[in-house]
């Protein structure tokens, strides 16, 4: 391995360095950089030929000049994984930074990862509980499933997130359960209540964190989520752990990857985002699953931001595309005061069904959630007609349906931000408010299962 | 043997020098002999995409090449297997590999081990020509495999065999010392040839009522389902895998979810072909590349597909052959040509795009194959429009060349309306050509049917723009009625549920009756009315509501009669309070 300093920087543009007349350097390999007061930093080669090389740097290019030198150390970026990882906090290039010792012990591993087998995987089939009503009867999470959070600027997706950490369990309560919290782009304020909240209520112990700033560099925050699903499938692939990754704000990554794109002089697909988005984004997203014969799994909740509440912005536009759902926050729940402000009218579970039911988690599950959707919807419809020609004008049957939609929000939707509902919870809140509906409305319910559960018409007649 | 070695690489882009290619050669990259394709030639070098991830390759490590295109192997085994966009079967690569897909993995598409029974169709000093069956071999329970002669092939059998033969082994000679054998070789770009292209006359029925009663696909056709995400579009294209009745199904998963074809592979081989009576993975061959495995191979992955199809087309069989989704294989395109530095066309992608899609649908066609037999290729082509917006470049591309638009509305798909395909946009241009089918087939009042039912429809657009502005009550009592019965079209006849045992798959004598009886129902409807009913006696007819039924009912020939029977006797008692 020759590991010869180049002082051959022909150019700096952006993120980007240009090297020239090296020896044969490897496509991906890893870069050192050292500039002239001594510093070094991180690159990564992006296109090598034997002419020029070109490298990425992870950190941010300050004080890079022609006269820096450059070091290719022949292999690509790995992460040195082991269970002493958890508990620990990491920065987004996976350094230590709680301020204790170096993980030392562990094999390392290649960030990139490889694509599992589709022959080699198990349909994802396990319910999750997340504690959190419209996401465990509407949008049932399954483990090994990927459902992402679509909010918007100034929604409280990082508090929900916070939540589900801390709440998701699996029904079997002796199998592990592990977060792998990864950061992207966010705070030093944000950072603070994440780690802070992480370490009041305990859930430290069972996470990983990964956190890259708002203040680093660009190109480190395409590192930071492999650097997490390496992690994660370690625990879960050999150490037997069912790990929950959270990946936020995907906004960021994406707009890391639009610089770094433009930087290159790519050509570039919608809005200026690179043709080859859906690509990578795939590479991270899809690892996420069970596979046949081993005990853990990764489940996926990427969260993103949706520029102007557009859900048709490529960025959740190619993550819905990949994802096996999605749960969309809404401006206007947030705003009547209802948190968490799921809308369960735009979101979905492409998993649910198989998740859901008798045995998983109550035979009734599937037709509550459509009962709910369908009334709730109906309900929802006709407030643009109230909007118009007034309650008064109505039915009696509709304003029961609209009254029927207000208490769906105030109750099933809204909760505490420390309010763990398991999952018999949930369903029963429904009926109970099913019974602001006659049973013969309650058209997606089977006669046998309102049998067992409804509670009865307790409105007007 | 040509060797040259690398000069550049860029992602899945390499670029070598001091070799001798042609367009579209296979060559082996690096030490690790990473499997590529020919896609440009610059002067003195060569611009190389491949198949797997580059990570670690260096300029200077050599690329070799023999001079011949991508092929894919030919021959009995094809069915019930899964492979990657070349053809690898993933089955193997997770024996060799494990459970993650390791690049440079070297593997034969069909198994080497099995020896098939080969029961020889010709004798010694038949002349035989390309495309002709020499034989044939129990492939799996519903498909027997019939051996071809290599298109190009000629010359009188010297020698034929009978017995049980690996694919390798040689099964017969002929006169000019051509060995043939249950397998060969074809290339993935280059079209098989036959004899002539025959008109599409016979509808590929997909158990799915709106489709098969008013946007009908034919046997040999193309189609495509745009539609955003989250509107069904790969439930669809599963309902069609599941009980399309073709004889052999390719189901290419271009670029999707990992989980998605796992699904697809444990169920098939559990769910039973409603035609054949026999599991559906028996007539089955999956080609998963999923969005996260090389893109490279993505690329390839639907010709792959459709030469296989092609291949099976030949012996005689329908074939329909499923990509999902051809969006992710235009995307697939647009980063390999944007890697290579290509002048882009709309929105990055190449300006090649138009006439790619036309060559790959052109693919699709009912023939005459070389041996005389009838055999067709259905292509049924997923979309996934950015934003759910069909005026993006692969969607209009794509509907320039399909005759059948099946557009999926994110819209209906909220409503819980599934299948959540918008009956007014989408469109057949085979309802002509297939009609004399359907009329022979399920009697002459087919399109009469399906006329009131479209015109119902197309009124109750219009009416509810105006009820959207004042109310229903607004409405004359006969238009009133008219959007109940829309809704009855709607909710019991073209909704279906695709989770349904029953429900998920509607023969055309079910289809039809449906529809009879809600247009029956609409008739008595009229008659009250002229009598002097009001729209509310009419819509509060409960038994109507019990039609739903006959979707979730085996025996629903006999349901018919009773729902019938129930309103019949209802609008008596209707009659009766009214005294008319």
Redesign the interface.
């Known amino acids: 391995m020759s590991f010869k300093e180049y002082k051959t920087i022909r150019g700096i543009e952006g993120p980007l360095i240009f090297v020239e007349k090296t020896h044969?350097?490897?496509?991906?390999?890893l870069v050192k950089i050292r500039l002239e007061n001594g510093e070094v930093k991180l690159g990564q080669v992006?296109?090598?030929?034997?002419d020029l090389v070109v490298v990425q740097s992870f950190e941010d290019t300050t004080g890079i000049s022609l006269q820096s030198s450059v070091r290719f150390l022949g292999d690509?970026f790995k992460v040195r994984v082991s269970d002493e990882m958890l508990g620990r906090i990491f920065n987004g290039r996976g350094e230590v930074i709680d301020g204790g010792l170096d993980i030392v012990r562990g094999e390392k591993v290649d960030i990139?990862?490889?694509?599992?087998?589709?022959?080699?995987?198990?349909?994802?089939a396990d319910f999750i509980q997340t504690g959190i009503s419209t996401i465990d009867v509407m949008h049932t999470l399954v483990r090994?499933?990927k459902l992402p959070i679509f909010s918007g600027s100034g929604l409280p997706h990082n508090d929900l997130a916070l939540q589900i950490a801390r709440q998701a369990k699996v029904k079997r309560q002796e199998e592990s359960f592990a977060v792998v919290f990864a950061a992207m782009g966010i705070t030093h304020e944000e950072a603070h209540k994440f780690i802070k909240e992480f370490e009041r209520t305990g859930a430290l112990e069972r996470a990983v964190i990964f956190l890259n700033l708002a203040s680093d560099p660009a190109s480190e925050r395409l590192i930071t989520p492999r650097l997490a699903l390496t992690t994660a499938e370690y625990l879960a692939?050999e150490k037997e752990m069912h790990v929950l990754v959270i990946l936020t704000d995907m906004t960021n990554y994406a707009e890391s990857l639009r610089e770094i794109g433009a930087a290159r002089q790519?050509?570039?697909?919608?809005r200026g985002y690179p043709?080859?988005m859906?690509?990578d984004f795939?590479?991270i997203?899809?690892?996420a699953?069970m596979?046949?014969g081993?005990k853990g799994s990764v489940t996926q909740m990427p969260i993103l931001t949706m520029p102007g509440d557009d859900?048709?912005?490529?960025i959740p536009?190619?993550t819905?595309?990949?994802t096996?759902?999605?749960i969309v926050l809404g401006r206007e729940l947030h705003r009547k005061g209802i948190y968490p402000p799921i809308d369960v009218?735009?979101g979905?579970s492409?998993?649910m069904?198989n998740g859901i039911g008798k045995g998983k988690t109550r035979e009734d599950h599937k037709e509550v959630y459509?009962q709910l959707?369908?009334a709730y919807?109906e309900g929802n419809d006709l407030r643009g007609l109230v909007a118009i020609?007034g309650r008064e004008a109505l039915s009696q049957r509709d304003r029961r349906f609209l009254d029927f939609a207000e208490a769906f929000e105030n109750k099933f939707v809204k909760q505490g931000l420390y309010d763990d509902r398991n999952i018999e919870e949930s369903l029963e809140l429904a009926w109970e408010l099913f019974s602001m509906i006659p049973e013969h409305e309650l058209v997606k319910l089977k006669p046998e299962t309102k049998k067992k559960y409804y509670k009865g018409f307790k409105g007007e007649e | 043997m040509q060797k040259g070695k690398i000069?550049?690489?860029?992602?899945p882009v390499v670029?070598a020098e001091g070799i001798k290619a042609n367009m579209y050669d296979v060559v082996f990259v690096g030490n690790e002999e990473l499997m590529g394709e020919v896609t440009q030639i610059k002067g003195d070098k060569v611009i190389i995409q491949v198949y797997e991830?580059?990570?670690?390759?260096?300029?200077?490590?050599p690329v070799i090449t023999y001079n011949e295109p991508l092929m894919v192997e030919l021959g009995p085994g094809i069915l019930k297997s899964?492979y990657d966009g070349i053809q690898r079967p993933?089955?193997v690569?997770?024996e060799m590999?494990?459970?993650?897909?390791?690049r440079g993995a070297k593997v034969n598409a069909l198994p080497r081990d099995i020896k098939w029974d080969f029961k020889p169709l010709v004798k010694v000093g038949d002349y035989v020509k390309g495309g002709d069956i020499i034989g044939e071999v129990k492939e799996t329970e519903t498909i027997t495999h019939r051996i071809l002669v290599p298109p190009g092939v000629e010359g009188k059998i010297k020698e034929i065999k009978k017995g049980k033969f690996t694919v390798e082994e040689v099964i017969g000679v002929l006169d000019n010392g051509y060995e043939l054998k249950l397998m060969h070789k074809w290339p993935i770009r280059k079209p098989r040839p036959y004899i002539k292209k025959l008109p599409p006359e016979v509808p590929l029925l997909t158990g799915m009522r709106i489709l098969d009663a008013l946007f009908p696909l034919a046997k040999g056709g193309t189609a495509a389902i745009p539609g955003?995400?989250?509107s069904g579009k790969t439930v669809t294209q599963q309902s069609l895998a599941k009980y399309s009745d073709a004889q052999v199904i390719v189901y290419v998963?271009c670029?999707e979810?990992?989980?998605e074809?796992?699904?697809v592979?444990?169920e098939f081989p559990e769910l039973i072909d409603p035609n054949t009576s026999k599991p559906l993975m028996e007539r089955t061959v999956l080609i998963?590349n999923?969005?996260?495995?090389p893109?490279a191979a993505r690329e390839a992955s639907v010709y792959t597909g459709i030469t296989i199809a092609e291949y099976y087309r030949d012996q005689g069989y329908d074939v329909a052959l499923m990509a999902d989704s051809t969006s992710?294989w235009a995307?697939?395109m647009?980063?390999i040509s944007?890697r290579l530095?290509e002048m882009?066309g709309e929105?990055?992608y190449p300006a090649r795009l138009a006439s790619k899609l036309a060559e790959f649908y052109e693919r699709a066609g009912r023939v005459v194959t070389l041996s005389d037999e009838i055999g067709s290729v259905t292509v049924i082509g997923a979309v996934?429009p950015?934003?759910?917006?069909f005026s993006e470049p692969v969607t209009q591309n794509t509907l320039r060349i399909v005759k059948v638009f099946w557009a999926l509305d994110a819209k209906l798909a909220?409503?819980?309306h599934f299948p959540a395909i918008n009956w007014l946009q989408s469109y057949s241009l085979y309802k002509e050509t297939l009609l004399d089918w359907f009329k022979e087939q399920a009697g002459e009042n087919w399109d009469d049917l399906i006329n009131k039912a479209m015109t119902l429809l197309q009124e109750e657009e219009k009416l509810q723009e105006i009820v959207q502005l004042v109310?229903s009550d607004a409405l004359p009592e006969s238009e009133q009625v008219k959007l109940e019965i829309a809704k009855m079209v709607r909710e019991f006849f073209l909704q279906q549920n695709a989770?349904d045992e029953v429900d998920a798959y509607s023969s055309v004598d079910k289809t039809k009756k449906l529809l009879e009886i809600i247009l029956w129902f609409n008739e008595q409807a009229e008659n009250l009315l002229k009598k002097g009913a009001r729209a509310k006696d009419i819509i509060s007819i409960k038994s109507k509501n019990k039609i739903i039924e006959i979707r979730y009912d085996k025996d629903y020939a006999k349901k018919i009669k009773e729902v019938k029977e129930a309103i019949e006797e209802e609008i008596k008692e209707v009659e009766k309070k009214l005294n008319i």
Request: overall charge neutral; cysteine-free; glycine content about 14%.
């Open positions: 044969a350097v490897s496509y991906g390999e992006l296109d090598t030929s034997k690509t990139l990862g490889s694509a599992i087998n589709p022959y080699s995987r198990t349909p994802p090994g499933q692939y790519e050509i570039p697909g919608r043709g080859y859906y690509t795939a590479t997203y899809e690892r699953g596979i046949k081993k859900i048709t912005h490529p536009d190619l819905g595309y990949i096996e759902g999605q009218l735009r979905l492409r998993l069904n459509e959707y369908t919807a020609v | 000069y550049r690489i860029s992602g670029v991830d580059t990570t670690g390759l260096k300029p200077g490590e899964i993933l089955s690569l997770q590999q494990g459970d993650f897909i390791k955003p995400f989250g998963g670029g979810r990992g989980n074809m796992t699904e592979l444990v998963a999923t969005s996260n495995m893109v992710r995307e697939a647009r980063e944007s530095e882009p929105e990055g996934s950015p934003g759910g917006d909220s409503r819980k109310g989770f």
